[in-house]
């Protein structure tokens, strides 16, 4: 009876350490979360601008929505938050990549392949010459990105950093497809 006793209160104990030991606080370093993603006002935000020599506010725009239609999931919210007069717009997609590779799995023990969903907001602001994206209010399959509940520190780090990598996919795929829509 002592022992069940005995290991019962050790399974509680054991069991009520388990979050403090695997999942992770993250911090913000030099002014971006873990050294990888840019913070502003306590949220990952990114803003880039590009300059577009000779072209109109509404052909940039136009093919920023052209954009929108081929690379966002759900092009309907682009369609339903733009704006043709200011030449804004306003839309949402997630990046969905695996980031451990099977010789990873065996130094780290970590699952295979496993996969990560990030939530984003995209603001696209089209003057004439000018283009200026915003992508905010990201967001993990399971929980804020500022905050993660599931994740441990290694695979945090990894996730932040193909979060970013796809970022700048997305955001180069934007600027690829509005200078060759407008030549």
């Keep these: 009876m002592k022992n069940l006793f005995t290991c019962l209160l050790l399974i509680t104990v054991l069991s009520s350490c ?48 052209r954009w ?39 130094s780290y ?8 969903i990030a939530d ?4 696209i602001e089209c003057n004439d010459s000018k283009m200026r994206v915003s992508f905010g209010n990201f967001k993990l399959q399971k929980g804020n990105i500022e905050r993660p509940t599931t994740l441990a520190k290694y695979q945090y ?8 990598n796809d970022i700048f996919e997305i955001y180069d795929s934007l600027v690829k497809l509005v200078k060759e829509g407008l030549n």
Excluded: C, W
């Design 18 to 65: 388990a979050p403090e030991l695997y999942y992770y606080t993250p911090k913000v370093v030099n002014g971006k979360l873990e050294g990888v993603l840019p913070v502003k006002d306590g949220k990952v935000y990114y803003e880039f601008s590009d300059k577009i020599d000779s072209a109109k506010a509404e052909m940039i725009f136009r093919q920023a929505r």
């Design 109 to 116: 023990r970590a699952m295979p392949f496993r996969t990560e």
């Design 120 to 123: 984003y907001s995209v603001i």
């Design 68 to 106: 929108g239609a081929l690379h966002l999931e759900n092009p309907n919210s682009i369609f339903g938050m733009s704006d043709n007069k200011l030449y804004d717009i306003i839309g949402s997609g997630s990046t969905n990549s695996y980031f451990i590779t099977k010789e990873e799995q065996k």
């Design 157 to 164: 780090v990894k996730t932040l950093e193909k979060v970013e």
